[in-house]
Structure formats: structure tokens, C-alpha cells
């Protein structure tokens, strides 16, 4: 896993939007399980226990939700080389992916209502090998991810299928 | 969206063709009725699926809009205008033979139209698919159907408490064949289909209506398959696979051996295949299996699945005698007797493997084309699958332990389309059931033979000794959790689950001290484990994507493990220290 020269990160609104997002599904998703779990649970252990459990559980969550898009963020960089496209991403779990230009079936951007608020757009590049994007970056300003879009659908030759 | 302009590069293939006799299309565009286009346009839902160009379903709305790009607009011209009239039209159900060709263009056509001809008649006639092929279909259809559908019936015989909810049940089995009796007459009776202008344009469908333009230089393969029943008949059925949907997207079930051969001459002529006449290039067979080769393949079969079943309906059937039976058997139950009866059951689903891959496999014969691999199988359904050399994606060797003492192996080959062949999703498309081990090599060059290697003699990079370490935690935590389950449910035998360890562990070294990889200029090799050792080996120039993922343990370790993408599907190499991947990331990118 190392670094390329002209690798370049994300754009930085990406932290906030990552941490609204994971906020966001803090409170609508997983503080309402915790509790309604934690009320099924009540009945069997005792609830002080429950309680202290459930609350610790909701402060890693929240804690995890500020600080982990940051380590995201600064694990996260990608690079248009001269052959293909690379992306290294991945805080625990690591990941390096290069997908040659001629291999690109096509390239979508795709943006969210929340990435519409911060002006930030996904990018998936998407090759014959499967059902799903092969590639994808997060967290691009649009006309970056725009400009990324029309540079690697640009790219023609043999597909190899 | 991107523009009509923006999507042009990328489809060149596509529509090259099309571009090729653009000369031609003024005529054309006088000689058609025009007034039909406009007439069938908003009837017809457009379920195009050539995804590809979707300026030709914009072009469908309203021809007069699109000017330049006259080719488009005109090979939906030629669907709309094409769909036979009369029962295309109002009502397909009353197709009959006089759908039939008249005899000039019939015989034109079965002259042996070059491809040269196709590409600038103005207009192809439709054929159909051959008369009897309904009658023929019906019944193998049906029963397939019913056929899958074994563990309900099962219920249904054996089980099933109140009369009422066998009825159900009944029905459920009932509405399926029906469903599938409707299909079988919906493809037989709507389905038209031409070689023209260079394409395959398959037309089907009653209510929804789907035309289908595919592109012979995209086959992946071609399979003609012909059961008891087309054999009796004198029919065959077409099967064309590209790398599209996960099914056979271009189904012609089915035509006379004739029609079959000649659409797939049509086919060689302008795509990737190899046509009939191109058989005396044949080399010689590189591979046939004799019976007892087929019989040692169906007994390595795995077959504990097989025997699970038989045992559960066993006990079922006890059961079904009657409670007092039941218990009686029980009581009188030696060890013994539980030995020969698991003894039969492997005996019996021995049995059953072994015929069903004589059925599979028997007459199997491989042989190499010019720049092709053909196969031939089978006792009652004959099946012809050719794969275009330049379409294998992968070539996958199993050896499991058995057949691997036997001195065999089989080879797997795979393309970018993935078939599914009655209602399991087939990954291999051509199967080499056995080969003797020293010919693994000789087999597998000729199917991949860009990779120019050969994985039996030449010694591969061992997996890195540290992911050892790694296979031995996992394997010692996944044997400590049966053992935890055997000691908290077993009786007296819970002290045999402590068993589970060290073979566990031996199983882990085994497994590693196998595994290995390969990667040359041409080719990548990755070889896994010991019980089932799987050697797979890939043509550098068909890699799609290449990836390292490293979880934090392997991180722990400085290992890191490279997965390499090709259409269809994907192999992960042994785990590898930093260095090696650090090479293979400069070798593979």
C-alpha cells in the first residue's frame, strides 16, 4: 500500500458531510433500535445495567460519528494516472484499487439530497466484471466529479469481453 | 444525461455496422411504406434492450426529428416495419405455417446469403422458429418445471396433513406448469428472428414486445442443444450467450438442424465464431472420455448433500408407516445397522452421480477449432458448445482429493456470459470433466492460450509463511466453536468434537502449504487448497480491475491479499508480505 505523488484526497467538506450523514442515521436508525432492543432486554437483565449498556453504546456511536470520517477522509486518495485509475481507500479494512482506462464500461455521478447541501457528488466507474461499481469516490466537488466523469468515459479500446 | 454527441465514441463497435452502408439508406428510406411507422410507434412499448444506444429509442418517438443519424432511426424502421404484418400486428396467436417464407426467399436465403449480401439487403425476411417445436417443447418443458419443483411434491406425497392443503399445494405446482406451458407457446408462436444488415435481430413477445439486435462479434458462446425429443423431431435449440442479463439472451427453441447450422454460419461469417464449413481445420480431439472415465467422475462427485436427502426421506418415510414402527425400529437399532444404512446411502447416491453424468457426459468429446474450442456431451440431450478463444475470460482446474489420487482433474472454462440452464445459474460454460493429470497442462494451454504457461511444471510463489499464522487462528476459533456446541448439546460423544482441533489445524497447514501464485508477462496464476485444490489461471489481457484489500489483522501480519477482476468473475491470490504486493501492484497496473 503506498502512496502516489500525484495522488490527490477529497474535497474536506467531505468529513462534514460524512458526519451529518452518519448523525443522521445515529438518530433516526440506530439510538431507536439501541432503545427498543434495550426495552426488550429490560424485562430479562436488570435495567440499570441495560441503561448504563445502552448509554455507552450511544456515546461510541457518537463519538465514532465525529471522529471517524476524519480518519476517512485522511485514508482516502485517488489519482488519474497515464494507464488507469486509482483509488486507496479504507481505514481498518484497506483497499487499493487500479482500474485500467480501457476497461471502463461507463462512469456514473450520482449526488444525494445531503450531498446536494454541501456541493458534493459520488463518483462510480463501473467495469465488465460485475453487477457493481468496480470504483467509486465519495465526497468529490461536482464539477470535479463532472470533469472526472468526462476524462475517464473519454477513454476508449479494447474492453477485453 | 449525456448528450446523443458525448455517446457516440463509446459505441463504436456497436454501431459500426450500421455506419458501414449508410450509402444505401436514402433508398431505403423511399422504398419503405412510411405510414406504418408512425401508425405502430405509440402501440409499441419500447423495451429495447440494447442498452447501448439509447438515441435509437429516442429516435423511435419521432423519426422526422433525427436527420443526420438516419442509421438509427432506420434499424427501428426495419423492427417496426419487419414484425409480419398480419399476426404480428393485430393478433400473433393465429401465426400459422403460412408465416412460412415463400419458397424464393426461402431458398435465397438457405443458398447461403454472405455476409457481404445481409449487410446490404434493404430489407431481411423474418423467420419464425420450426412448426412442430411446440408440440416438441411442451412436454420436456412441462416436466422440467415439475421437475424442479421435487421438494414440494415430496411434501405433497408424503406428508401433508388435511386433504385441503394438499389441494394448495397442487395448485401452486399446477399454476407453475401452466405458466411455464404459456411461455413455451408465447416463445413458439411470437418469435421471429433474421440475420440482417450483420446482426442477429431476435423479435419476441404478446404483450410485451421485445427486439433484441445482437451483435455477433459480442458472443460469448454458442450452445445447440437437442434433447430426446428435437432429435426425434429433427430439430435443434439455439442458445447464444453474450455478456449481458444473467440469461441466454438469444433463445431459438427451436429450429431445424438445417436453419440452426446455417444461422450459425451467418453468425461465424461476421462474428467471432466458427462456421461449418471451417471443420476439416478441425485438429484433432484434445479431449473424449470413455465410460468409465464418465463413472470415476460421477463417483467424485461430492455427495453428502445427496445423502442428507436421502436420509431425511428415509426417516420420513418411517415416519409415514407409523409411530409404532418407528419406535420399534429405533429400539432395535444396532450401530451397525445405522453404518449399512449410511453405507447404502453413499452407495445409492453414488449411484445416482455416477448415471447422471453418463447421462451428462456421455460421448464427450473437446476439440480445438481454429481459434475455438468445441465441445460435445451427452446421452439423451445432446449439447455443441462453442467458445470463441478470444472470449475466455478464465480457466478454472478443480482437483479435489479423490479425483486428484485418481490421477484426474477438470477443467472449467469461463466466459463473460453467465447462463442460466434449468434454474441454476451456470458460472463454467465449458466443462472438461476429466482429464489425466499429465494432459491438465496441454488442456488448459489450448483453452488459454495467450497465457502461455503452465502451472503443473512450473513452480508457483508460495503464499507468504505468516498467513500460516493467520490460517491457524481462524481455523482453531472456527473449531473451538463446534466443539463449544458439541460439549453444550452432545452427550457422552462431545469428548469426539475435541477431535476437531488438530484436524482443523492439519486441514490449515494443508491448505496453506498448497496454496501458491504465479504471475508472468502473460498471465496470473492462483492455486488454492488441498481437499479441493483449485488452480485458476487468467490472460493478463482480459484483467478488468485490480484490487488489494488488507483487513487489520493482515495488517498486524504485513500481509495484504490481491484480487484481480475479469468479466464474469473474480480470483484473489494467496495472502502476500508487503513486498510481493508492492511488486504485484507495479505488475498488474
Same mark, same amino acid.
Given at each position: 500500500?503506498?502512496?502516489?505523488?500525484?495522488?490527490?484526497?477529497?474535497?474536506?467538506?467531505?468529513?462534514?458531510?460524512?458526519?451529518m450523514?452518519?448523525?443522521?442515521?445515529?438518530?433516526?436508525?440506530?439510538?431507536?433500535?439501541?432503545?427498543?432492543?434495550?426495552?426488550?432486554?429490560?424485562?430479562?437483565?436488570?435495567?440499570?445495567?441495560?441503561?448504563?449498556?445502552?448509554?455507552?453504546?450511544?456515546a461510541?456511536?457518537g463519538?465514532?460519528?465525529i471522529?471517524?470520517?476524519?480518519?476517512?477522509?485522511?485514508?482516502?486518495?485517488?489519482?488519474?494516472?497515464?494507464?488507469?485509475?486509482?483509488?486507496?481507500?479504507?481505514?481498518?479494512?484497506?483497499?487499493?484499487?487500479s482500474?485500467?482506462?480501457?476497461?471502463?464500461?461507463?462512469?456514473?455521478?450520482?449526488?444525494?439530497?445531503?450531498?446536494?447541501?454541501?456541493?458534493?457528488s459520488r463518483l462510480?466507474?463501473?467495469t465488465?466484471a460485475?453487477?457493481?461499481a468496480?470504483?467509486?469516490?465519495?465526497?468529490?466537488?461536482?464539477?470535479?466529479?463532472?470533469?472526472?466523469?468526462?476524462?475517464?468515459?473519454?477513454?476508449?479500446?479494447?474492453?477485453?469481453? | 444525461?449525456?448528450?446523443?454527441?458525448?455517446?457516440?465514441?463509446?459505441h463504436?463497435?456497436?454501431i459500426?455496422?450500421?455506419?458501414?452502408d449508410?450509402?444505401d439508406?436514402?433508398?431505403?428510406?423511399?422504398d419503405?411504406?412510411e405510414? %406504418?411507422?408512425?401508425?405502430?410507434?405509440?402501440?409499441?412499448?419500447?423495451?429495447?434492450?440494447?442498452?447501448?444506444?439509447?438515441s435509437v429509442?429516442?429516435?423511435?418517438?419521432?423519426?422526422?426529428?433525427?436527420?443526420?443519424?438516419?442509421?438509427?432511426?432506420d434499424?427501428v424502421?426495419?423492427?417496426?416495419?419487419?414484425?409480419?404484418?398480419?399476426?404480428?400486428?393485430?393478433n400473433?396467436?393465429?401465426?400459422?405455417?403460412?408465416i412460412?417464407?415463400p419458397?424464393p426467399?426461402?431458398?435465397?436465403?438457405a443458398?447461403?446469403?454472405?455476409?457481404?449480401?445481409?449487410?446490404?439487403?434493404?430489407?431481411?425476411?423474418?423467420r419464425?422458429?420450426h412448426?412442430v417445436s411446440?408440440?416438441?417443447?411442451?412436454?420436456?418443458?412441462?416436466?422440467?418445471?415439475?421437475?424442479?419443483?421435487?421438494?414440494?411434491?415430496?411434501?405433497?406425497?408424503?406428508?401433508?396433513?388435511?386433504?385441503?392443503?394438499?389441494?394448495?399445494?397442487?395448485?401452486?405446482?399446477?399454476?407453475?406448469?401452466?405458466?411455464?406451458?404459456?411461455?413455451?407457446f408465447? %416463445?413458439?408462436?411470437?418469435?421471429?428472428?433474421?440475420?440482417?444488415?450483420?446482426?442477429?435481430?431476435?423479435?419476441?413477445?404478446?404483450?410485451?414486445?421485445?427486439?433484441r439486435?445482437i451483435?455477433?462479434?459480442?458472443?460469448?458462446?454458442v450452445e445447440l442443444?437437442?434433447?430426446?425429443?428435437?432429435?426425434?423431431?429433427?430439430?435443434?435449440?439455439?442458445?447464444i450467450?453474450?455478456?449481458?442479463?444473467?440469461?441466454?439472451?438469444?433463445?431459438?427453441?427451436?429450429?431445424?438442424?438445417?436453419?440452426?447450422?446455417?444461422?450459425?454460419?451467418?453468425?461465424?461469417?461476421?462474428g467471432?465464431?466458427?462456421?461449418?464449413?471451417?471443420?476439416?481445420?478441425?485438429?484433432?480431439p484434445?479431449?473424449?472420455?470413455g465410460?468409465?472415465?464418465?463413472?470415476?467422475?460421477?463417483?467424485?462427485?461430492r455427495t453428502?448433500?445427496?445423502?442428507?436427502?436421502?436420509?431425511?426421506?428415509?426417516?420420513?418415510?418411517?415416519?409415514?408407516?407409523?409411530?409404532e414402527?418407528?419406535?420399534?425400529?429405533?429400539?432395535?437399532?444396532?450401530?451397525?445397522?445405522?453404518?449399512?444404512?449410511?453405507?447404502l446411502?453413499?452407495?445409492?447416491?453414488w449411484?445416482v452421480?455416477?448415471?447422471?453424468?453418463?447421462?451428462?457426459f456421455y460421448?464427450?468429446r473437446?476439440?480445438?477449432?481454429?481459434?475455438?474450442?468445441?465441445?460435445?456431451q451427452?446421452?439423451?440431450?445432446?449439447?455443441?458448445?462453442?467458445?470463441?478463444?478470444s472470449?475466455v475470460?478464465?480457466?478454472?482446474?478443480?482437483e479435489?482429493?479423490?479425483?486428484?489420487m485418481?490421477?484426474?482433474?477438470?477443467?472449467?472454462?469461463?466466459?463473460?456470459?453467465?447462463?442460466?440452464?434449468?434454474?441454476?445459474?451456470?458460472?463454467?460454460?465449458?466443462?472438461?470433466?476429466?482429464v489425466?493429470?499429465?494432459?491438465?497442462?496441454?488442456?488448459?494451454?489450448?483453452?488459454?492460450?495467450?497465457a502461455?504457461?503452465?502451472?503443473?511444471?512450473?513452480?508457483?510463489?508460495?503464499?507468504?509463511?505468516?498467513?500460516?499464522?493467520?490460517?491457524?487462528?481462524?481455523?482453531?476459533?472456527?473449531?473451538?466453536?463446534f466443539i463449544?456446541?458439541?460439549?453444550?448439546?452432545?452427550?457422552?460423544?462431545?469428548?469426539l468434537?475435541?477431535?476437531?482441533?488438530?484436524?482443523?489445524?492439519?486441514?490449515a497447514?494443508l491448505?496453506?502449504?498448497?496454496?501458491?501464485w504465479?504471475?508472468?508477462?502473460?498471465s496470473?496464476?492462483?492455486?488454492?487448497?488441498?481437499?479441493n485444490?483449485?488452480?485458476?489461471?487468467l490472460?493478463?489481457?482480459?484483467?478488468?480491475?485490480?484490487?488489494v484489500?488488507?483487513?487489520?489483522?493482515?495488517?498486524? %501480519?504485513?500481509?495484504?491479499?490481491v484480487?484481480v477482476?475479469?468479466?464474469?468473475?473474480q480470483?484473489?491470490?494467496?495472502?502476500?508480505?508487503?513486498?510481493?504486493?508492492?511488486?504485484?501492484e507495479?505488475?498488474?497496473?
Amino acid at each position: 500500500m503506498h502512496d502516489s505523488t500525484d495522488a490527490k484526497s477529497l474535497d474536506p467538506k467531505a468529513v462534514m458531510l460524512w458526519r451529518m450523514q452518519r448523525l443522521i442515521r445515529l438518530l433516526v436508525v440506530t439510538i431507536p433500535m439501541l432503545i427498543a432492543v434495550g426495552i426488550a432486554a429490560a424485562s430479562v437483565v436488570r435495567s440499570e445495567l441495560v441503561i448504563v449498556l445502552v448509554i455507552t453504546l450511544i456515546a461510541v456511536n457518537g463519538v465514532l460519528a465525529i471522529s471517524w470520517p476524519a480518519l476517512e477522509y485522511g485514508a482516502f486518495r485517488y489519482a488519474v494516472r497515464d494507464e488507469d485509475l486509482l483509488v486507496q481507500s479504507g481505514v481498518l479494512f484497506k483497499r487499493w484499487s487500479s482500474i485500467p482506462h480501457n476497461r471502463i464500461q461507463h462512469v456514473d455521478t450520482r449526488q444525494g439530497p445531503m450531498e446536494r447541501i454541501f456541493g458534493l457528488s459520488r463518483l462510480l466507474v463501473f467495469t465488465a466484471a460485475g453487477m457493481s461499481a468496480d470504483g467509486s469516490i465519495p465526497g468529490l466537488r461536482t464539477a470535479e466529479a463532472e470533469r472526472l466523469r468526462d476524462l475517464l468515459s473519454r477513454r476508449g479500446g479494447d474492453d477485453g469481453v | 444525461m449525456v448528450s446523443e454527441d458525448d455517446d457516440k465514441p463509446e459505441h463504436t463497435d456497436e454501431i459500426a455496422i450500421d455506419e458501414l452502408d449508410g450509402d444505401d439508406k436514402p433508398t431505403e428510406e423511399a422504398d419503405r411504406p412510411e405510414p %406504418h411507422v408512425p401508425d405502430e410507434s405509440p402501440t409499441r412499448p419500447f423495451q429495447r434492450p440494447r442498452m447501448s444506444s439509447p438515441s435509437v429509442s429516442e429516435a423511435g418517438i419521432d423519426p422526422a426529428e433525427i436527420g443526420p443519424s438516419v442509421h438509427d432511426f432506420d434499424s427501428v424502421g426495419m423492427h417496426l416495419e419487419a414484425v409480419p404484418q398480419p399476426s404480428g400486428n393485430g393478433n400473433p396467436l393465429m401465426t400459422d405455417p403460412s408465416i412460412e417464407l415463400p419458397e424464393p426467399l426461402d431458398t435465397l436465403v438457405a443458398g447461403g446469403m454472405m455476409e457481404a449480401d445481409t449487410l446490404l439487403t434493404p430489407d431481411t425476411p423474418w423467420r419464425s422458429l420450426h412448426p412442430v417445436s411446440l408440440a416438441v417443447n411442451l412436454l420436456p418443458r412441462a416436466w422440467a418445471t415439475v421437475r424442479n419443483m421435487w421438494p414440494i411434491l415430496l411434501f405433497i406425497f408424503l406428508g401433508g396433513e388435511g386433504f385441503g392443503f394438499r389441494l394448495a399445494e397442487l395448485m401452486i405446482v399446477l399454476i407453475f406448469t401452466l405458466a411455464s406451458v404459456w411461455n413455451t407457446f408465447i %416463445h413458439w408462436a411470437t418469435l421471429r428472428y433474421r440475420m440482417h444488415q450483420g446482426r442477429l435481430e431476435i423479435n419476441t413477445g404478446l404483450l410485451n414486445k421485445q427486439s433484441r439486435t445482437i451483435d455477433p462479434a459480442r458472443i460469448q458462446n454458442v450452445e445447440l442443444v437437442q434433447n430426446l425429443f428435437h432429435s426425434w423431431a429433427g430439430l435443434v435449440e439455439l442458445r447464444i450467450d453474450t455478456a449481458g442479463e444473467l440469461s441466454t439472451e438469444g433463445l431459438l427453441s427451436a429450429l431445424s438442424v438445417e436453419d440452426a447450422t446455417e444461422l450459425r454460419d451467418q453468425l461465424a461469417r461476421v462474428g467471432s465464431l466458427t462456421s461449418s464449413d471451417d471443420e476439416s481445420e478441425v485438429i484433432e480431439p484434445i479431449v473424449s472420455m470413455g465410460i468409465p472415465e464418465i463413472l470415476a467422475f460421477g463417483l467424485t462427485q461430492r455427495t453428502i448433500g445427496t445423502v442428507a436427502v436421502i436420509a431425511i426421506v428415509g426417516f420420513e418415510f418411517m415416519n409415514q408407516a407409523g409411530p409404532e414402527v418407528a419406535r420399534e425400529v429405533s429400539q432395535n437399532l444396532q450401530p451397525s445397522t445405522i453404518i449399512a444404512a449410511l453405507m447404502l446411502a453413499f452407495v445409492g447416491s453414488w449411484a445416482v452421480s455416477a448415471l447422471t453424468s453418463i447421462f451428462r457426459f456421455y460421448g464427450y468429446r473437446m476439440t480445438r477449432l481454429d481459434d475455438a474450442v468445441r465441445t460435445t456431451q451427452g446421452l439423451t440431450t445432446k449439447r455443441n458448445v462453442e467458445i470463441p478463444l478470444s472470449k475466455v475470460q478464465m480457466v478454472r482446474t478443480d482437483e479435489p482429493l479423490v479425483r486428484r489420487m485418481m490421477g484426474y482433474g477438470t477443467v472449467l472454462i469461463e466466459t463473460a456470459g453467465l447462463g442460466v440452464v434449468e434454474g441454476q445459474v451456470r458460472q463454467a460454460e465449458g466443462m472438461v470433466p476429466m482429464v489425466e493429470a499429465e494432459e491438465l497442462s496441454a488442456v488448459t494451454a489450448c483453452t488459454v492460450p495467450h497465457a502461455n504457461v503452465d502451472p503443473w511444471t512450473t513452480p508457483l510463489r508460495p503464499a507468504h509463511p505468516r498467513s500460516l499464522y493467520r490460517a491457524i487462528v481462524a481455523a482453531s476459533v472456527r473449531a473451538c466453536v463446534f466443539i463449544a456446541i458439541g460439549f453444550t448439546f452432545l452427550g457422552y460423544l462431545k469428548w469426539l468434537t475435541v477431535a476437531l482441533l488438530p484436524m482443523a489445524l492439519i486441514g490449515a497447514w494443508l491448505d496453506w502449504a498448497k496454496q501458491g501464485w504465479l504471475v508472468t508477462p502473460n498471465s496470473i496464476v492462483s492455486r488454492r487448497g488441498f481437499f479441493n485444490r483449485r488452480t485458476f489461471i487468467l490472460s493478463r489481457d482480459k484483467l478488468q480491475s485490480v484490487h488489494v484489500v488488507q483487513g487489520p489483522f493482515m495488517r498486524l %501480519h504485513g500481509l495484504s491479499r490481491v484480487v484481480v477482476r475479469v468479466a464474469g468473475s473474480q480470483v484473489s491470490l494467496p495472502e502476500t508480505g508487503a513486498e510481493d504486493t508492492a511488486w504485484l501492484e507495479d505488475a498488474l497496473s
